[in-house]
Structure formats: C-alpha cells, structure tokens
Nanobody, 130 residues
C-alpha cells in the first residue's frame, strides 16, 4: 500500500472555504488515480472528486461548482479546494489512490467507485457550522 497523509481539515462557518491537502510519493501522482471521499458521522463513505493519471476529473453532484480537485506534480500533493461550504459538507475527508487501469472515475451507477481504491489516508475532519 502507498502512504497518503491528509491535512487541512478545520471548523468553518457556512459559506467558508477550505483547502485539503494529501501528501504522497511521486510515483503515486504520476501513475495513479487519486480521489477524495468523505464519510459523515453515522453514514456511508461517498466519493467527492477524483482525477485520473491523464488529468481527467469527475465530481459528485453535491460538489460540482463548489469543489475543485487538483494535483501538484512537483510537490506530490493532491488538493481539494472547497468553497461555499454547507453544513452537509461536514464529514471526515479521505484521500485515496489506485493504479490507473481506466476504471477509477465512474461506476455503473455513475458515482466515483469506492471499491476501486485500495490505498487510503487516515482522514481529516471538516466541520461546517450554520
């Protein structure tokens, strides 16, 4: 398994912004799919955004227009810029990775396929208060 270390979680008010970071190793960024998932308390983990090794990205409907996934190939960091945060965005956010085999962006249901990802970080907590 590869090592992924998230940071940047915090408590903010509705409408605020946060940028999450996921530090990884060089070969991960260049040859892997990377994604952000989140898990609200008491709920299932869900995909938020993902990006493949070619730079194609996808977003959950709840994230479109507000969140942006990006990666810095020099610093080997995956980012999630989150704007216009809402209380329903409160969750533990996880960085995940998998070798890019062409199946990491969409499942049959159109969602980011959680089961495809086999390396996970420890998570960083985001809390949005109203």
């Amino acid at each position: 398994q590869v090592q992924l270390v998230e940071s940047g979680g915090d408590s903010v008010q509705t409408g605020g912004s946060l940028r999450l970071s996921c530090l990884t190793s060089e070969y991960i960024i260049s040859g892997y799919c990377m994604a952000w998932f989140r898990q609200p308390a008491g709920k299932e983990r869900e995909g938020v955004a993902a990006i493949d090794s070619g730079g194609t990205s996808t977003y959950a409907d709840s994230a479109k227009g507000r969140f942006t996934i990006s990666q810095d190939n020099v610093k080997n960091i995956l980012y999630l810029q989150m704007n216009s945060l809402k209380p329903e965005d409160s969750a533990m956010y996880y960085c995940a990775a998998v070798p890019d085999l062409g199946t990491c962006l969409y499942s049959d249901s159109g969602q980011i396929p959680l089961s495809e990802y086999n390396s996970w970080g420890q998570g960083t907590q985001v809390t949005v208060s109203s």
